[in-house]
């Protein structure tokens, strides 16, 4: 008969390996769905916005997709999250977004971090971070200010070269255009 010990060291290697498998469900869930953003991104290329693109996911489901159409739109308001949360406050019904995930290719501003805060979303995932101007952790940290009355939980780092490679590829294209624009005068 095995000693109370190694029953008890038994236990404590299966919630071990329980919390690793959960983990890395988690982990390929969310990069399925950080495709979906990195998808929604490379709408907004195609319109010659920068590529920044959301999915907001109930349930196992997306239920809003937004990509930045700043420029087409003329608004400062057309940011990618702000779009998705708008379709997902129809689907539910409501501005609350509670139970609902955030998947977003970069990070997020500060006005889309402060309207994160406010539509209590409790969980954001990003894929690249914006060391100039992301208020989720890069120049402040909106999401997670203990001062507010909600804090969201945050994961970073999502597919991160594939989310940083569509905005590279964006403004090398851009700077490439530049030149032969030059070139052609
Ligand atoms: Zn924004």
Not at 48 to 65: A, L, Q, S
Not at 87 to 94: E, M, Q, S, T
Not at 158 to 171: A, G, M, N
């Amino acid at each position: 008969m095995r000693s109370k010990r190694a029953r008890r060291q038994a236990r404590r290697e299966r919630k071990e390996a329980e919390a690793i498998e959960a983990a890395a469900l988690q982990l390929k869930t969310d990069e399925k769905y950080m495709k979906q953003a990195i998808k929604q991104a490379k709408k907004a290329a195609e319109l010659g916005e920068v590529p920044i693109g959301c999915v907001i996911v109930y349930e196992g489901k997306i239920i809003g997709r937004g990509y930045n159409r700043r420029n087409t739109d003329k608004s400062t308001f057309s940011h990618a999250e702000i779009s998705a949360m708008k379709k997902a406050g129809k689907v539910i019904g409501d501005w609350r977004l509670e139970g609902c995930t955030m998947y977003v290719t970069l990070e997020p501003c500060q006005m889309c971090a402060g309207a994160i805060v406010q539509a209590r979303i409790p969980r954001v995932v990003m894929g690249c971070m914006n060391p100039k101007a992301g208020c989720a952790g890069s120049v402040v940290n909106i999401l997670q200010m203990k001062e507010f009355n909600h804090q969201v939980d945050v994961t970073r780092d999502i597919l991160k070269e594939e989310c940083s490679r569509v905005l590279k590829d964006f403004f090398a294209g851009l700077r490439s255009r530049d030149k032969e624009g030059r070139r052609g005068k």
